[in-house]
């Protein structure tokens, strides 16, 4: 089904328009400090559906609830189900610390979150978005949203309101337009209901953040990059994941992107030809090669994750026929960006 696909700026009044759209089962674009989200009524499996059906979304594939505040948990998950050492009080210090931010817990579902949000598996993923959009949406809508970012499954999260439009005009309903997001990668997903707690998607809060509220916790080795490896951190059944950016591809650019282990300017240059133009993501300070666009990242890891799917959509719309990515540094501070560039150069 396609929908006349309207963006509005943000104010009181468009607000509540965004808010009575997801009210009567619509799907709204919204930003948040990480990428936007396509936002749907969480309680409603109609709505939901929705989302799926507008990304192209596998339904294993489950979808990150968001609340206004810590005191909604309660609502979507059931903090008495919680029977590993430590996880009530580490649900307590991790919201005080990093929320409202981009650390999502997965934690038992209560009874009132419908199965299409969970992928049918016993766990929801919650967080409080930092954005104050998302959180005047949230407010205003008076209930949880299910929003996963605004984009066709498996490719580039969106940025910018333009970014949604092009990959699902026609598909949702509205998109707020609040300019470019600041963080630029997903959000750090943490599974609670383990013992000690697993990083099940690295992101803008790090393992060592983390570590230093609650100690020690369980990282996914890096790539896991098959179907069989993933599913080990999926519910009990192993038919199921529990958190979303766990398939092996993903945030992938229309081109296909390779990664290499140094600047990139050979690999650019036995590439680069009379054919479309190389695009190439490198370090500040390269000089221009023939027949690529060259595009310097920051060399700090938030500066970068900030930069990395606006240059990757500019690059798509610019045509070109491959993207070579200079390797960011095997050190935690890069685990996020690391994960999203061999994600989206996989296959």
Do not use: C
């Amino acid at each position: 089904m396609h929908f006349m696909t309207r963006i509005i700026g943000v104010d009181p009044f468009s607000i509540a328009e965004a808010a009575a759209v997801l009210r009567r089962g619509g799907l709204v674009a919204f930003p948040t400090e990480t990428v936007y989200g396509l936002g749907a009524n969480a309680l409603d499996p109609a709505a939901v559906e929705r989302i799926f059906a507008a990304k192209g979304r596998p339904r294993t594939n489950p979808v990150i609830v968001h609340v206004a505040g810590v005191d909604q948990v309660p609502l979507v998950a059931d903090l008495r189900a919680l029977t590993q050492p430590g996880s009530p009080e580490f649900v307590a210090r991790l919201a005080e610390r990093f929320w409202p931010g981009p650390l999502t817990l997965v934690l038992p579902k209560t009874a009132v979150v419908p199965d299409i949000v969970t992928a049918g598996g016993p766990t929801v993923a919650v967080r409080v978005p930092a954005h104050p959009i998302a959180l005047a949406l949230l407010r205003a809508v008076g209930v949880p949203l299910a929003a996963p970012s605004a984009n066709r499954s498996s490719e580039l999260s969106p940025t910018t309101a333009e970014h949604v439009l092009h990959g699902l005009e026609g598909r949702i309903d509205l998109i707020l337009d609040g300019g470019p997001t600041s963080g630029g990668i997903e959000s750090t997903v943490l599974d609670l209901t383990t013992h000690p707690p697993r990083l099940l998607r690295p992101g803008l809060v790090t393992p060592q953040q983390i570590e230093a509220v609650i100690g020690p916790i369980t990282r996914r080795s890096e790539p896991e990059a098959s179907a069989t490896v993933w599913k080990t951190v999926a519910n009990a059944s192993g038919s199921v994941l529990r958190s979303p950016g766990m398939t092996a591809k993903h945030y992938a650019p229309r081109a296909p992107l390779e990664l290499v282990d140094d600047d990139g300017r050979s690999r650019v240059e036995a590439l680069a030809g009379d054919r479309r133009p190389i695009g190439w993501l490198t370090w500040p300070g390269m000089s221009d090669v023939a027949g690529s666009i060259r595009v310097e990242m920051p060399a700090d890891p938030p500066g970068y994750a900030a930069r990395l799917y606006a240059a990757l959509h500019d690059l798509d719309a610019a045509g070109v026929e491959r993207i070579v990515v200079a390797q960011p540094p095997d050190d935690e501070e890069w685990l996020a960006i690391r994960d999203r560039l061999r994600r989206a150069a996989w296959g």
